[in-house]
């Protein structure tokens, strides 16, 4: 209230789609109003806007944290890396038919539960596809189970196998979060503001063929690898500060780097997860 209460002021934020509508009611109601358009600093309330797949993971990524107003929201991108990983730990393909089957009856039972039921639907396919690749059913490896002719047979992963791409399939994740950001991060602010992320997919693929080469005689990582490497790392020390001061920025680089400690433990917590399925 202002002017001795004699005023009143309202400020309040609506979608753009509503835009139309509002301006319609207030010239109706004789009301002087002001129009902006939201920025940043106004920490505006966040609305999501996604289709019908990615709309379904929207609680599980507001149980973590809703983008700001003006960031990106990660949800569509997240959706189906959920999906999978979730049908990667159940690890087993009787299990997310279980998952699949109730959850489509329950959809006809219990209506206002609809959203959160398909979101089961689609975590029980995950688990089906994802365990296809070990044909484990209830426990048991198909290929032991059943007469498949030894072509079918060769097509399962072994337990080693299913490790591995464990691994590497944490590892795309990482690098397809850093691509995403550093895409996002250069549309919004400049090619400079990307170039940090884009160093550290460098720096992960290179790690990962290096310690493959290791592992397996047939895989060699070529020499200029290791120079575009070289160059992954200079994009760490010297873009990951958006301070003008060059000592500032590679301080920042020198820190920075401690990121591989969270690789890491990507690598483990995946790697824990297969260990303990299989």
Avoid: H
Wanted: net charge neutral; proline share 4%.
């Amino acid at each position: 209230k202002e002017a001795e209460g004699n005023l009143v002021i309202m400020t309040g934020f609506a979608p753009v789609e509503n835009r139309d509508t509002i301006t319609d009611m207030l010239s109706d109601e004789g009301v002087f109003y002001i129009m902006e358009e939201a920025v940043k600093e106004d920490d505006p309330p966040v609305k999501l806007n996604n289709g019908f797949f990615s709309r379904l993971y929207e609680p599980i990524g507001e149980l973590y944290m809703l983008p700001k107003y003006g960031e990106l929201d990660l949800t569509p991108y997240f959706a189906p890396f959920y999906m999978l990983f979730f049908g990667l730990c159940l690890g087993d393909i009787g299990y997310g038919l279980v998952l699949l089957i109730v959850s489509t009856i329950a959809k006809y039972k219990l209506p206002k539960f609809k959203g959160y039921l398909t979101l089961i639907q689609f975590l029980g396919l995950g688990a089906v596809l994802m365990a296809t690749l070990s044909g484990v059913f209830f426990g048991t490896s198909l290929k032991e189970v059943l007469p498949l002719p030894d072509s079918i047979k060769g097509l399962f992963f072994s337990d080693l196998k299913m490790f591995w791409f464990s691994i590497l399939f944490g590892l795309f994740q990482i690098v397809f979060a850093r691509i995403l950001n550093a895409i996002y991060m250069i549309s919004k602010k400049g090619w400079q503001f990307g170039m940090s992320n884009i160093g550290w997919s460098i720096l992960i693929i290179w790690a990962t063929l290096k310690y493959a080469s290791t592992m397996n005689d047939d895989i060699t990582v070529p020499g200029y690898l290791n120079y575009i490497a070289m160059a992954g790392a200079a994009m760490i020390l010297f873009f990951s500060s958006e301070s003008k001061n060059i000592f500032a920025r590679v301080g920042s680089g020198v820190v920075s780097f401690w990121d591989v400690t969270s690789i890491r433990s990507e690598e483990r917590r995946v790697g824990k997860e297969c260990r303990s399925r299989w």
